[in-house]
């Protein structure tokens, strides 16, 4: 495949962000390769109801 | 490529948290990883010492990244070699996040998050098939008495669900052992 870019004039005035999170990017720039990550983990097991016990700490 | 100049008259910004990065400038490699236990307790709680990503296969397991099986002829024509942006306002960048301004060669970043929530157990509450009954501390052997905060917040012995849970005392061990 062929790929053919012209970059032509980029101006832009304000940018309002609220947040920049969990494995993203805002850049201002030119990048050639980019790779993101992020994972989030809760299933039903992580909703516990009863005593509150401590997680099993480092052993 | 990678040639452009990136122009920022104004930059605001709040909270860089959290392996997370504002660059001024160029970049060849980028690489950023960050990992959170987020644990919610219905009551304000907290033993200190408790926690560890070896316990949970979220902050293990590999990600696989898509395999780029098609060869790309990339050709790019910078026609005006600067990038501007008057003004930016961004309340937070958190969680092996970057801002930058400026040009990035490679970019490589990771966040892996475990969240878990624990609610208070009322006396009639019954046990549905998602919810893990669990034991007193007492009853685990992890040592708390080291614990900078006090367990006394779950005493349970004296109170009406302490004949719930000993009644339960058995079932919810093999549960636990799983």
């Known amino acids: 495949m062929n790929f053919q870019v012209y970059n032509r004039e980029l101006q832009v005035g304000e940018l309002k962000i609220i947040g920049v999170a969990s494995s993203s990017i805002c850049l201002v720039g030119d990048a050639q390769t980019i790779q993101l990550a992020a994972t989030f983990d809760t299933p039903a097991e992580s909703l516990i109801i009863g005593p509150f016990v401590p997680l099993h700490p480092k052993i | ?178």
């Open chain 2, 1 to 178: 490529m990678l040639q452009r100049t990136s122009v920022v008259d104004k930059l605001s910004v709040n909270v860089v948290s959290f392996s997370s990065t504002v660059e001024i400038g160029d970049v060849t490699y980028y690489q950023a990883l960050s990992r959170a236990l987020a644990v919610q307790r219905q009551r304000e709680l907290f033993y200190g010492t408790e926690g560890h990503f070896k316990n949970y296969s979220v902050f293990s397991e590999p990600i696989v990244l898509p395999p780029i099986t098609e060869r790309v002829e990339s050709h790019f024509e910078n026609l005006k070699p600067i990038i501007k942006v008057q003004h930016i306002n961004i309340t937070g960048v958190s969680s092996a996040s970057l801002l930058q301004v400026g040009n990035c060669r490679h970019l490589y970043s990771e966040a892996r998050i475990k969240h878990i929530r624990q609610l208070e157990q009322t006396v009639n509450t019954p046990v549905g098939e998602n919810l893990i009954q669990l034991n007193a501390p007492s009853q685990l052997d992890i040592v708390t008495s080291e614990s900078p905060v006090s367990v006394t917040g779950t005493d349970i012995t004296e109170s009406e669900i302490s004949d719930n849970v000993s009644n339960n005392q058995e079932p919810s061990s093999t549960q636990n052992d799983e």
